[in-house]
DNA sequence: AGCGGAAGAGAACGAGCGTTCTCCGATCTG
DNA sequence: CAGATCGGAGAACGCTCGTTCTCTTCCGCT
């Protein structure tokens, strides 16, 4: 029992992330309430039992695909900027970041807020979900920014956070990248007009 | 039948009137999926056989709904926008006009991101007018910046309207009205950084 | 007054959903 | 090898939805 215990939890957790899986490709194609549970068990190739025994209702799912996601994400672009040399160049990388992103032939839009338009008026769980991302994202520019040494770092997040969720929804409706290229000039501007140099700290602070 | 024709069909605007009314304060609040027909049809107060009368499916409501909203959410920008003296003003006025928007205590985003988030991957129709509609919007932010006499005034409103779009979906996750003053001030460095001055055409165009 | 036709109220229908239950084969224990 | 326990496949249940149908009422006309 204690051997058999052990293999049914491995096995379960395999499991459950093809189920995540499936979850996130079905529910980000088509949205949440398009989805039934039938079509992420085929997908999953799972028995509806264990489907049920793993997460007990839809709502679970769907919390815990938002959560995964949200982790998965922001890792990805933690990654990706985190490898550029200065403050000011990881805040431009998270622009190219997206531009890879809306790229993507699945790309359509930020599944959050998608999420958000379809329940979150309904489901409290899934609204503080996707404020909870947004929040974290808009940390991250927090930290960037303040990396930079400008007077009013958080205030230059803020800016950053609204150019690079502006080009998530514009990409996703125009079915175009260039949101991204836009969003980066952008904020070259507000880069530079905040006094952010191209290499290290400001120099002609006063 | 000539007389009772004509009283129908003032009815007919009429009930199709309130039944637009009511299909967008229950489709903004809870989403399309989760509003069904007799919903709308006991908010507005007609019977389902009239309904249907005038609106042969839900899909054909959720379009007409789309359509008579777009028209209504651009005809109150320009109206508030236009008021103001020069093409400057008038661009830092659509933030304005975005933060009273956002402090409205019903605000629960944009409807047509919302539905494209609903049913942009299904439906056609739905997609088609959520991309017209910001197709739309940034058409009038590229008419405001060409009236500026900047160099480039495409690029500006392309940034513009990311600001603007990035503002909407803020607000829409956190329930502040803030992002619209963030908004102003990123698009007043935009503006600043593109050369269009506080009055009038541009004066160092050489 | 009597009749025809339109309109309202809501029952009805078929489909699809989330969730549970039943059956059946496989696997492990003594 | 016998019996029990587990998991898979999918039928079944209760509900809701979009849409249609039925029945009744009411209005205008001759």
């Known amino acids: ?91 431009l990388a998270v622009f190219d970041w997206l531009y890879q992103w809306f790229a993507e032939p699945d790309f359509r839009g930020c599944v959050f807020i998608n999420c958000f338009g379809e329940l979150g008026g309904t489901s409290q769980p899934v609204a503080k979900a996707a404020r909870d991302h947004k929040e974290a994202v808009r940390a991250y520019l927090g930290e960037l920014t303040t990396a930079t040494g400008v007077a009013a770092p958080q205030q230059l997040a803020s800016q950053l956070a609204l150019l690079a969720e502006g080009a998530i929804t514009t990409a996703a409706l125009s079915g175009s990248a260039d949101s991204a290229r836009e969003g980066r000039v952008a904020a070259e501007v507000l880069l530079n007009a905040a006094g952010v140099r191209e290499q290290g700290a400001a120099h002609c602070n006063d």
């Open 1 to 91: 029992m204690a051997a058999t215990g052990a293999g049914s939890e491995r096995d379960g957790e395999r499991a459950k992330a093809r189920i995540l899986d499936s979850a996130e490709e079905l529910f980000y194609a088509r949205g949440v309430q398009a989805v039934g549970m039938d079509a992420v068990r085929s997908a999953a190739g799972v028995s509806l039992k264990r489907l049920y025994q793993l997460f007990p209702a839809k709502e679970r799912l769907v919390e815990e695909f938002l959560r995964r996601r949200d982790h998965a994400w922001r890792d990805a672009l933690v990654r990706y900027a985190d490898a550029r040399p200065t403050p000011r160049a990881r805040l």
